[in-house]
């Protein structure tokens, strides 16, 4: 798995799982839609409601990326 904190070019796509910090709580969250205007749509692993946000706003973030070579058919 391919981790990344590196905060100058977020550079999500969709499939991503983030981490960031919301209110001074850790919150995960798979990035649904990209669009070309830095808009996300990111899926709340908590059980909220899906929500958007500006890639350029988010603070303290980390993306976690599975590997392609070890991604195995079932």
Same mark, same amino acid.
Do not use: K, W
């Given at each position: ?20 910090? @919301?209110?001074?709580?850790?919150? =995960?969250?798979?990035?649904?839609? +990209?669009?070309?205007? #830095?808009?996300? *749509? %990111? ?7 899906? @929500?958007?946000?500006?890639?350029? =706003?988010?603070?303290?973030?980390? +993306?976690?990326?599975? #590997?392609?070579? *070890? %991604?195995?058919?079932?």
């Amino acid at each position: 798995m391919n981790v990344s904190t590196d905060h100058s070019d977020h550079g999500l796509r969709a499939g991503d799982v983030i981490e960031i910090t @919301v209110r001074g709580e850790r919150r =995960t969250a798979e990035v649904m839609i +990209v669009s070309e205007d #830095d808009q996300l *749509l %990111l899926d709340l692993f908590d059980g909220d409601r899906p @929500v958007f946000a500006r890639a350029s =706003t988010l603070t303290d973030l980390a +993306v976690y990326r599975p #590997d392609a070579e *070890l %991604l195995v058919a079932a």
